[in-house]
């Protein structure tokens, strides 16, 4: 009997520890899907001091067409004058937290004027976030930009 009280205690706080283990991800992930819609809120108001605090000093770019974009970089092609974003959305996001690294992919839908033509985008995103004392950074974004049908 006391066998079989010692090792349901275990399995009570296994079971306990387990999901605050997960609450714990869920809760980090709940963060980090924060941080990728501030992002858009930064991106529409061209906020680039905001996304300077999101992105980390290496972070890296890879564009719609290929190109690849270091951190000031793609601080510039925001604050560019003829770039004139009107509304960021993600849709069908999802985040997944593996310790003090993320992994978010989703579609980023980007409506706007660029050298004076409007544009609706489409795209498909993978954005890898890393936790540094506390607070999360993103430090790489890869963008494939999804066809009109």
């Given at each position: 009997m006391?066998?079989?009280l010692?090792?349901?205690?275990?399995?009570?706080?296994?079971a306990?520890?387990?999901?605050?283990?997960?609450?714990?991800?869920?809760?980090?992930?709940?963060?980090?899907?924060?941080?990728?819609?501030?992002?858009?809120?930064?991106?529409?108001?061209?906020?680039?001091?905001?996304?300077?605090?999101?992105?980390?000093?290496t972070?890296?770019?890879?564009?719609?067409?290929?190109?690849?974009?270091?951190?000031?970089?793609?601080?510039?092609?925001?604050k560019?004058?003829?770039?004139?974003?009107?509304q960021a959305?993600?849709?069908?996001?999802?985040a997944?937290?593996?310790?003090?690294?993320?992994?978010?992919?989703?579609?980023?839908?980007?409506?706007?004027?660029?050298?004076?033509k409007?544009?609706?985008?489409?795209?498909?995103?993978?954005?890898?976030?890393?936790?540094?004392?506390?607070?999360?950074?993103?430090v790489?974004?890869?963008?494939?930009?999804?066809?009109?049908?």
């Amino acid at each position: 009997m006391k066998k079989l009280l010692v090792a349901v205690v275990a399995l009570l706080i296994f079971a306990s520890v387990s999901g605050f283990a997960q609450n714990s991800a869920s809760d980090e992930g709940g963060r980090v899907l924060g941080l990728e819609t501030a992002w858009n809120h930064a991106i529409e108001a061209k906020d680039t001091k905001a996304l300077d605090m999101l992105l980390a000093s290496t972070f890296i770019a890879v564009e719609i067409d290929g190109s690849v974009s270091s951190k000031s970089e793609f601080l510039a092609s925001i604050k560019a004058p003829e770039y004139q974003p009107s509304q960021a959305v993600n849709e069908q996001i999802n985040a997944q937290v593996y310790g003090n690294a993320a992994v978010v992919v989703g579609i980023f839908r980007i409506k706007g004027t660029e050298k004076g033509k409007p544009y609706v985008h489409r795209e498909r995103f993978t954005d890898t976030w890393i936790k540094y004392d506390q607070s999360w950074k993103c430090v790489a974004s890869q963008s494939t930009l999804i066809a009109a049908k």
